[in-house]
């Protein structure tokens, strides 16, 4: 990926530097700055949102919190589908689909709340790649005094991306998650702001 978007930055800079031939430096600079910042932000933005959005997702699979000290940990794999036409990197590369596994636990603390911490680290050679992330669930059913009305929460979330001295990203998620339990199966809806 970094080799094409070298190449893609070299013909451009030799396109830009025959054009502006006759143009003075200030200009030709000014030129080539947004020029490169218009290329960056097509190249990263989708490939910054695909990852945001798989970090952040995947946290909670229920409205209805833990009761005190009521647990469970597993493993989850978020997975973002990447539309075609996104970006000219990932299309270039055929990445339709973006995985993020990560090892995560629930507690139920007082007063209906959920601690969820969720996380993984990686050793290439000598860099590690991590994702760390904390996670706070309220349960607001006990406000509502409806008889069957379904679970309904409120849930933030943070999360930390490093690839050794190369990349750190930061994470934040918000959401409202409903869900309603029958026999065998509980269906759930949550809407979130990353």
Known sequence: MNRLASIVMLIAA????????????????????KYAEDKLDEVAKPIVQAFSAGVNSGMYYTAKTHSTLGFDIGIRTMMVFIPDGESAILDSADVSLFPVPVIQASVG?????????RGFAIKFDDETISLYGAGLKKNLKPFIPVPQFPSLSAALSYHQFKAGDILKSSHFSMSVLASKSFIFVTPYIGVAYD
């Open 14 to 33: 030799f396109g830009l530097v025959y054009t502006a031939h006759a143009q003075d430096e200030n200009n030709f600079y000014d030129e080539f700055q």
């Open 109 to 117: 603390l007082l007063m209906d709340i959920d601690l969820t911490v």
